[in-house]
């Protein structure tokens, strides 16, 4: 079993910063990919940030120059770091990633449960 456990979300007034982590735990034998998507009340799920285990990194236009994500291998953590925040950016964060577990040796992506953001005043 593999499990992504986010921590991190809450309300801040605009212009101000969260720190987003998420912890893979279980049968892991590697982490491909790791990423933060976001769902709006009415949107679809979108890309916010994905880091690849080389730390290569990708932005949606939105966020660029403002998150950033980042990733501890050794303990199994991506973090997304958001400053200048905006109403806009109020959604529910999910981490996703690419794992290939101990047990079945296949790659295969997790989500974790979400963790809501509120940017207002």
């Known amino acids: 079993q593999v499990q992504l456990v986010e921590s991190g979300g809450g309300l801040v007034q605009p212009g101000g910063s969260l720190r987003l982590s998420c912890a893979a735990s279980g049968s892991i034998f590697s982490i491909n990919v790791m990423g933060w998507y976001r769902q709006a009340p009415g949107n679809q799920r979108e890309l916010v940030a994905e880091?690849?285990?080389?730390?290569?990194?990708t932005y949606a236009d939105s966020v660029k120059g403002r998150f950033t994500i980042s990733r501890d291998n050794a303990k199994k953590v991506v973090y997304l770091q958001m400053n200048s925040l905006k109403p806009e950016d109020t959604a529910i964060y999910y981490c996703?990633?690419?794992?290939?577990?101990?047990?079945?040796?296949?790659?295969?992506?997790?989500w974790g449960q979400g963790t809501q953001v509120t940017v207002s005043s």
């Open positions: 880091i690849t285990s080389g730390d290569s990194t």
């Open positions: 996703d990633a690419l794992i290939v577990t101990i047990n079945t040796g296949t790659l295969r992506r997790y």
